[in-house]
């Protein structure tokens, strides 16, 4: 129980940051969901960054190194620190730019304002919170797992599971955005010195350290696969390059663009952000596939960092390093649990009149209680124990990934219209409830529709699903970004009064500068 009460003064802390943001903090909406729009260069980057760590960063990469190899690292690493710099720069900074100017709090605020559209913005809320459940579902599973593993069985995984969950769901309660930001600050920090702390300490216990594992590995024929990408087939390995288009269009994503206090500070996270991509996955991808070697036959590969850990590093040093990887696990876990609630009270609460018969402290204490009640959801589902690197790449990563064109086309292309919107949610619900019910209807092997000898639909060997040979991502991408143009085509445009709102003085070939006055990146 060492490690276990190592962690749990960790908890503490965040616990208390939450009562102390509380008492700094004032009782109005903007304060409590966007901390007044006043966060800083440094403190953004470090919130934004922790924000899309989690348990899938941590533990969900090792445990898929340890069945898949080195290759994992390719998959989402390399083409996150790519993308997602890309999608802050061009999108995210004119979220902020049209959030500061117009009010937005969430990102159906930002279409029903741009759209002139009500029930369809409804249905956009719907489906966006419904697909970043399971992503906060990973968090209270990472929770859990860690505390399971570190203390051998002592605290069940439900317990700890529970204790994450309510911690958590107290740091949001109390202190809303800025007692997220501010545990998202310390959990930067400590999930990446304790990162590199447990890889040199495991690196300087094993047999031989590292080059003795690998080369145990490599003269092995039935692990080599894990030194190269001889398992991860080509069009897969590309697919995954859309995966990362959904960090923009994950609602606590584009709501933390949403609280910087200057566009500047996108500059430093824009430079900053494929380091500390690097300096997260490189580890952890690399541990995974040595544990492989290490430990083979694990039951849950999801485990295999704390297993490691547990191996290589005694008590009160284990429990140091799990508290970081469990700062990751929690670092996105507060702004999801208060995006959605941020969400359900703009988007619905305060459209359909209840700001205006309840005020603004009336609106604050419903977010706090949708808090509650969404983080109890996620628990009770979380006890299934789903897969967490399936569970975040096949629904909530593809989902928000393939609502990307809705975003491109709402700031950029003033043609655009609620219709086509609706066309794009459409088609997203209905891949992924396909694709959920292909996956448990047919076999895994199963060529479901084919031309000639080639698979057109198909599922794979591990019973996921694939379109030529890609992961659905990619058709449902290019069906969104279809659906998008076709519907605004056939449809009537927005008011002029509306374009004019967002692009003043574009012309039909200059659309881009959707609302927002020309500005260098440093300003």
């Given at each position: ?35 007044s729009r006043s966060i800083g260069s440094i403190v953004f980057f470090l919130s934004l960054f922790a924000t899309n760590m989690t348990a899938f960063a941590i533990l969900g990469s090792s445990g898929q190194a340890y069945k898949q190899g080195i290759g994992v690292y390719g998959l989402m690493a390399s083409s996150s ?317 593809s989902g928000f990934a393939a609502l990307a064109p809705l975003m491109i086309a709402a700031l950029f292309w003033k043609r655009s219209t609620k219709y086509g919107a609706l066309a794009a949610t ?98």
């Amino acid at each position: 129980m060492i490690a276990a009460t190592v962690i749990f003064i960790y908890l503490a802390a965040v616990l208390y940051i939450g009562i102390f943001a509380f008492r700094k903090g004032r009782q109005t909406g903007e304060d409590f969901f966007l901390a007044s729009r006043s966060i800083g260069s440094i403190v953004f980057f470090l919130s934004l960054f922790a924000t899309n760590m989690t348990a899938f960063a941590i533990l969900g990469s090792s445990g898929q190194a340890y069945k898949q190899g080195i290759g994992v690292y390719g998959l989402m690493a390399s083409s996150s620190g790519i993308v997602i710099p890309l999608t802050l720069f061009f999108i995210g900074t004119r979220l902020w730019a049209l959030g500061k100017r117009f009010g937005h709090m969430t990102q159906v605020q930002f279409f029903r304002d741009r759209w002139e559209c009500s029930a369809i913005g409804t249905a956009i809320f719907a489906l966006t919170s419904a697909m970043l459940l399971p992503y906060l579902i990973i968090s209270v599973i990472g929770g859990g797992t860690i505390l399971e593993a570190l203390t051998n069985g002592r605290i069940p995984y439900w317990l700890g599971g529970a204790i994450v969950a309510l911690v958590v769901m107290g740091n949001v309660f109390f202190g809303g955005m800025r007692g997220a930001v501010l545990v998202n600050v310390m959990q930067t920090l400590l999930f990446l010195s304790f990162g590199l702390v447990a890889f040199l300490i495991i690196g300087a216990n094993i047999d031989g350290g590292f080059v003795q594992a690998i080369r145990k590995i490599a003269s092995n024929p039935r692990t080599q696969f894990l030194l190269d990408r001889e398992r991860i087939a080509p069009a897969v390995f590309l697919s995954y390059m859309f995966i990362p288009l959904s960090s923009i269009m994950f609602p606590h994503m584009s709501i933390m663009c949403l609280t910087a206090k200057r566009v500047s500070a996108f500059r430093k996270t824009v430079v900053l952000y494929p380091l500390f991509i690097m300096a997260i996955w490189l580890p952890c991808v690399f541990l995974g596939a040595i544990g492989a070697g290490i430990l083979p036959n694990l039951q849950q590969p999801d485990q295999v960092l704390l297993r490691m850990l547990d191996l290589h590093a005694g008590p009160v040093l284990a429990g140091i390093l799990g508290a970081g990887i469990i700062s990751a696990v929690m670092g996105s876990d507060c702004h999801q649990i208060l995006a959605l609630s941020t969400m359900f009270t703009k988007d619905v609460f305060t459209y359909y009149g209840g700001r205006d018969r309840f005020g603004e402290r009336g609106t604050v204490l419903v977010g706090r209680i949708f808090i509650v009640v969404i983080n109890t959801v996620a628990y009770l589902i979380a006890l299934a124990k789903p897969s967490i690197f399936d569970l975040a790449v096949q629904y909530a990563f593809s989902g928000f990934a393939a609502l990307a064109p809705l975003m491109i086309a709402a700031l950029f292309w003033k043609r655009s219209t609620k219709y086509g919107a609706l066309a794009a949610t459409l088609w997203v619900a209905a891949c992924i409830v396909a694709q959920a019910l292909l996956e448990n209807h047919y076999t895994a092997g199963s060529r479901i529709w084919q031309a000639g000898d080639v698979p057109l639909l198909a599922i794979s060997k591990v019973g996921k699903l694939t379109a030529w040979n890609c992961m659905p991502v990619v058709p449902m991408i290019l069906g969104s970004a279809l659906a998008v143009v076709l519907g605004s085509l056939l449809t009537a445009a927005p008011s002029k009064a509306t374009i004019t709102r967002y692009f003043p003085g574009a012309t039909a070939g200059e659309p881009v500068t959707a609302g927002v006055r020309k500005r260098s990146f440093a300003e």
